[in-house]
């Protein structure tokens, strides 16, 4: 059975559409990862999948219930971690924690086996007002309160933004060991370098599921011949590439352009042509695609449809 299934979900707010016909299925015991920039829908889809908000159209279950139908249950059974710190501020880490337990008709120490890799690193803290907590405490705080009662599933949303890279390295640490624990993951990020961490995963833009497929398996999918070019002037490089007729799509990453060409085009070939255009100081060197080329990618071939139709 599948820890939650989708089915042509919509939701519109008053003119502005935030969902449009999304489907898919997360499979019990996998870290599903859905990646897309900020008001691409990914907190709405959570919202209808945690029975906090009604959709339009469609339907969806979580652990074979229905999220409308079954709401009671489910709330009693999953596990939910807004992109916002959403736990009481005065009281205390170890306050919070001993209160949501007891919602859940549960004890810290019945479970405490699912939280203390987790715990241990704020356990030091635990008198401290949970206000009073760095933001990678306060998301270790978080995670340990949505698990206190051991959900089948876990909803994480953007539970990584504006949270230190180490502490975000040692979040999906945590992540793979809950998964061992036979707990279902669905988490929602902007980081498109996380996506590499799930086991699948779903690019969501303007409401739209673009791609569905392993990391791996959508970067396989790339098929274009991709360099990295660098310049001294980045503006009026990405100018120049984008009038070069044998450049197909051109995107700033860091300090460079990646770019995609035809196989036409070689590297002394665009090195001559952007040198006659007034460039200095230029490299360009072929480079393995990541998953946010991919995006791009995908992104822009799903717009050039639209804008074909």
């Keep these: 059975m599948s820890a939650v299934s989708v089915e042509n979900i919509s939701k519109k707010y008053d003119k502005v559409t935030a969902l449009q016909k ?33 959709a339009d159209e469609g339907s969806a279950s979580v652990d074979g219930k229905d999220v409308v139908k079954d709401y009671k249950e489910i709330r009693r059974e999953i596990g939910y971690m807004p992109g916002r710190f959403s736990l009481y501020q005065d009281l205390t880490v170890e306050e919070n924690l001993e209160f949501f337990a007891t919602i859940f008709n549960t004890t810290i120490e019945e479970n405490y086996h699912l939280i203390e890799d987790i715990y241990k690193q704020i356990e030091p803290f635990k008198k401290r007002r949970a206000g009073k ?60 370098d996380e996506a590499s961490l799930c086991d699948r995963i779903a690019f969501i833009q303007n409401g739209r599921f673009l791609k569905i497929d392993t ?9 274009e011949k991709l360099w990295a070019v660098e310049g001294n002037d980045m503006y009026k490089l990405l100018l120049d590439l984008r009038n070069n007729g044998h450049v197909k799509s051109s995107f700033t990453f860091g300090d460079n352009i990646h770019i995609t060409v035809d196989d036409s085009l070689t590297i002394e070939e ?3 042509y952007l ?9 360009v060197h072929p480079i393995v695609p990541t998953i946010e080329d991919c995006f791009m990618q995908i992104t822009e071939n799903k717009e050039n449809e639209r804008n074909s139709n």
């Design 22 to 54: 999304i489907s898919f299925e997360a499979d019990a015991g996998e870290i599903f990862g859905i990646i897309g920039p900020d008001g691409a829908g990914k907190t709405t889809l959570f919202r209808i999948l945690t029975t906090l908000l009604l």
């Design 133 to 192: 907590l760095s933001g990678g405490m306060k998301q270790k705080l978080a995670l340990c309160c949505a698990l206190i009662h051991k959900p089948t599933v876990l909803f994480l949303d953007e539970p990584t933004t504006g949270v230190d890279p180490v502490s975000r390295k040692e979040f999906w640490d945590m992540l793979k060991k809950l998964k061992e624990q036979n707990i279902s993951i669905l988490v929602s990020t902007p980081y498109m």
């Design 215 to 223: 990391p791996s398996g959508i970067i396989s999918q790339f098929g």
């Design 270 to 272: 665009l090195k001559k």
């Design 275 to 283: 040198t006659d255009t007034g460039h200095t100081n230029i490299e």
